[in-house]
């Protein structure tokens, strides 16, 4: 791992951390997970078999959403700074950038909602093999989630209304993650699980040369 490279990671999670100001950061998108977590039960009753055979699907669910919310912070504050450009001055690829900014995503908020699945699901009436599944599932689906955040961030960075764009685009290209991380909740869900993994992959692969693309394009 390159040095220009671990710079770059430690200054975007730094960042994505601290929040815009001090304000936000990774604390907004735990507590929006809690808090579906917590009013769920209020929606549908104290039925608890109810909650425990849908309280899965429902973590992933905000899951998804929680994903959501730094998309304004991924790309667009340094765009308007022009890093972006003193960091193509400096021979820095936009692929190496996008891939460092995957990765401190990620680590922003893919670990601290695994920490949270541990309350919510004790909320939602989850047993220990529905949070064993719940938080395998996460691990394999939250990079690719990151990923594709990353990438939608770069395409609608410069745009009026990018971020509500951005969450937009993003709901559609999750849905494989989403069905296959839900799936893997199943008996012999394991099939679920491995593809869940390999869309992840997928996006990651993908992710740093199509936002890398969109910059550069945005640039000219």
Do not use: Y
Request: glycine share 14%; aromatic share 6%.
């Amino acid at each position: 791992m390159s040095s220009r490279f671990v710079q770059l990671l430690r200054r975007d999670l730094a960042l994505l951390l601290r929040g815009a100001q001090g304000r936000g950061g990774a604390t907004l998108p735990v507590l929006f997970f809690v808090a579906v977590a917590m009013l769920f039960p209020f929606a549908v009753g104290p039925d608890a078999r109810l909650l425990a055979r849908t309280g899965a699907g429902v973590i992933w669910i905000a899951a998804l959403l929680a994903a959501i919310l730094p998309l304004d912070r991924l790309i667009e504050p340094d765009l308007e700074a022009g890093l972006f450009d003193q960091w193509a001055l400096r021979g820095i690829a936009e692929e190496t950038i996008l891939a460092a900014r995957i990765l401190a995503h990620w680590l922003s908020f893919g670990p601290p909602l695994m920490l949270a699945t541990l309350p919510a699901a004790a909320l939602l009436g989850l047993d220990a093999a529905q949070l064993r599944g719940v938080e395998l599932g996460l691990l394999a689906g939250t990079p690719g989630l990151a990923a594709i955040g990353v990438t939608i961030a770069a395409l609608t960075a410069g745009l009026r209304g990018g971020a509500a764009l951005g969450g937009l685009l993003v709901l559609p290209l999750a849905v494989p993650l989403l069905i296959f991380g839900a799936g893997s909740l199943q008996p012999g869900g394991e099939g679920g699980l491995a593809l869940c993994a390999a869309a992840s992959l997928v996006a990651i692969a993908l992710a740093p040369f199509a936002g890398g693309a969109a910059l550069r394009a945005l640039r000219e």
